[in-house]
């Protein structure tokens, strides 16, 4: 029998089957989590439901923004093209320190049918939103318009020392930020889930560590749920590898949007342990 969820906690099992999170992700997997001052930084926009893989590539102009930001400010990425089954960013950073790569792309719009959006609902791993929202009877009994958006960070380094930012909001919809410093944390490592800006409480979604960036698959994983602060804690357990955790939230669209529903999808990495 399957354990039920502890608001605020993870515990990580063995990843031999199906993520709960079927769909295909979207992760910012770097060449290098440390890069030399005056460096070049590769990152490849990976989409896939299989951590840290990718099958498919999001094309250069479905990205609505990407950005650099260390605190010394924001710089915008604009050397961006395709890498075989990939989206490829390259970017020569002015300033060190502790980074976040930002990436979000644009939204998709998709016709769908109330049965087609039930099942898409319960196969994207969001049982719980598809209980609440039959609860409140707003479920969609005509066809709709289903949005969906994705939104990638991930924490690198560059050259030596500078202020750590792994805190800060780069302010995507759906987002997370580590409230310790995933550079320094071999335990337990804080994690806080926002939407719009808030923190999201009662949320589900996922965490996985792969050995390296070019494993084939995570070899561990487990589910999470934020706690009444929006909160959960990863236990890194003193494992070496490139962690993800990843979310997806489904909501009503606002009035006059052109959608009826909305569905954000946001990732985090980091690298522990190198």
């Given amino acids: 029998m399957k354990k039920p969820l502890v608001p605020g906690s993870v515990t990580l099992g063995l990843l031999l089957v199906a993520s709960p999170l079927l769909s295909h992700d979207f ?6 989590f440390h ?8 990152v490849e926009g990976r989409t896939s439901s299989e951590f840290p893989t990718s099958l498919s590539a999001v094309t250069v102009d479905r990205v609505e923004s990407a950005r650099l930001i260390t605190a010394a400010g924001e710089e915008a990425i604009t050397d961006l093209g395709v890498s075989d ?4 960013l390259r970017h020569r950073p002015k300033n060190d320190g502790q980074a976040i790569v930002a990436v979000r792309v ?29 609860a409140q009877g707003i479920l969609p009994t005509d066809s709709i318009t289903r949005r969906y958006a994705k939104y990638a960070k991930v924490l690198v380094h560059i050259g030596r020392g500078g202020e750590p930012v792994h805190a800060r909001a780069v302010g ?3 987002e997370f930020v580590t409230l310790g410093d995933p550079a320094t944390t071999t335990g ?11 923190p999201l409480p009662h949320a589900r979604g996922h965490v996985s560590v792969a050995e390296s960036a070019s494993s084939e698959r995570a070899f561990h994983g487990a589910e999470f749920e934020t ?38 999808w946001a990732t985090l990495v980091w690298n522990a342990g190198h």
């Fill in 227 to 264: 706690d009444a602060s929006g909160e959960f804690t990863v236990d890194l357990g003193g494992r070496h590898g490139v962690w993800n955790v990843r979310a997806l939230y489904i909501v009503p669209a606002p009035a006059g949007s052109g959608a009826d529903w909305d569905v954000h």
């Fill in 85 to 88: 089954v990939s989206l490829r």
């Fill in 172 to 174: 995507h919809p759906l």
């Fill in 35 to 42: 890069i030399a001052a005056g460096g070049e930084l590769t």
């Fill in 106 to 134: 644009r939204p998709r719009s998709i016709p769908e049918s109330p049965e087609s959006f039930r099942e898409y609902v319960r196969l994207e791993g969001a049982p719980d939103a598809l209980a609440r929202y039959e």
């Fill in 188 to 198: 337990a490592l804080r994690v806080r889930m926002l939407f719009q800006g808030r």
């Fill in 27 to 32: 992760w910012l997997v770097p060449n290098a």
